[in-house]
């Protein structure tokens, strides 16, 4: 492969780590809400939320391929979302 070809895949491969290091970093933002709220006595909502995140962010099936990780981005949001709407009334 020429030089501009290997800057092409260096890109390409430097934007997939990052969006999925946005994935993880949803998700351990996700775990740690839950725990903090849990701690907190404050209801955290439908475990199967919770669960359903993390399956889905876990497991190899996905709306979109793999290497495009904005729909786990999007599933970790939702849930976060959720988590923090469910400790509103209670505080």
Known sequence: M????????LLVAALLAAVLAVAAVFL????????????????????????????YVVLPTDLLPDPIYLD???VL??????????AEPQR
């Open 28 to 55: 351990v933002r996700l775990v740690r809400t839950r725990r903090a709220l849990r701690r907190a006595g404050l209801p955290t909502g439908s475990p199967w939320i919770f669960w359903g995140a993390v399956a």
């Open 72 to 74: 786990d981005i999007g």
């Open 2 to 9: 020429d030089t501009s070809t290997w800057v092409v895949v």
């Open 77 to 86: 949001l939702l849930a976060l979302r959720s988590l923090r709407s469910s």
